[in-house]
């Protein structure tokens, strides 16, 4: 079956560090892929997303970069703050318009001033 | 610009009881998906109503059950309740015609099974 799967469970970085998320995911049929960032007692929050026929997108302080020869996704977030402390899930879907997204289990990241 | 609501926000219940949650999408969305998110652990996707018919179903048992009304809210159902029924419940909406269909989601219900 399909699963998504993040490397670290934690990653705690100095506040203005760059830091970087990864995410390893299992179906090679997966056709966009997304990163949410759930700050406690809230709803997943989304950051960026890419499709498959791109290998980089950026966003503000953002970047997610997909391999799929290796099927792999990371987020890199750039002069990290402690505002950006949150748990961050990558998520998997077949297609753009397809509503499951398969989620992997999450990375928690501490910022610390 | 009201985004997706939910409510209530904690319910307990015991088991063998049932209950209904209740979400209201973000203003613009048709389509509302449900997903249940066990303490460390991400969301995992319940079922998707679009047009008041359910259109995707996730791997859970038909305890689950869902409505979607005309003015596109929605109500998740669960039947039954067992004590592994603990969890936020989450509920996402997105707009069926854009190009990626962007789900967003609202800050959950988190329901406790004694």
């Known amino acids: 079956g399909e699963s998504v799967g993040l490397h670290l469970p934690t990653l705690s970085v100095q506040e203005g560090d760059n830091s970087i998320i990864n995410c390893a995911y299992s179906?090679?049929?997966?056709?966009?892929f997304i990163w949410y960032k759930q700050e406690s007692g809230k709803g997943p929050q989304f950051i960026i997303d890419i499709r498959s026929n791109m290998d980089k997108r950026q966003g503000q302080r953002v970047t997610v970069l997909l391999n799929k020869t290796v099927k792999h996704l990371s987020l890199q977030i750039a002069a990290t703050q402690p505002g950006d402390s949150a748990v961050y899930f990558c998520?998997?879907?077949?297609?753009?318009?397809?509503?499951?997204?398969?989620f992997g289990d999450g990375t928690t990241l501490t910022v610390k001033p | 610009d009201a985004g997706v609501t939910q409510s209530p926000t904690h319910l307990i219940k015991t088991r063998g009881q049932q209950v209904t949650l209740r979400c209201s999408p973000k203003s613009g969305h048709d389509t509302v998906s449900w997903y249940q998110q066990a303490l460390g652990q991400g969301p995992q996707f319940i079922f998707q109503?679009?047009?008041?018919?359910?259109?995707q179903r996730g791997n859970f048992p038909d305890r689950f059950s869902g409505h979607q009304f005309p003015n596109y809210s929605s109500e998740l159902n669960v039947n039954a309740l067992l004590l592994g029924d603990s969890a936020l419940y989450l509920c996402?909406?997105?707009?069926?015609?854009?190009?990626?269909?962007?789900?967003?989601f609202g800050p959950g219900t988190r329901l406790t099974v004694l």
């Open positions: 996402a909406s997105s707009l069926r015609s854009s190009s990626t269909d962007t789900q967003y």
């Open positions: 998520a998997e879907r077949p297609n753009t318009n397809a509503g499951k997204s398969t």
């Open positions: 179906n090679s049929a997966s056709d966009y």
């Open positions: 109503y679009y047009e008041e018919e359910e259109r």
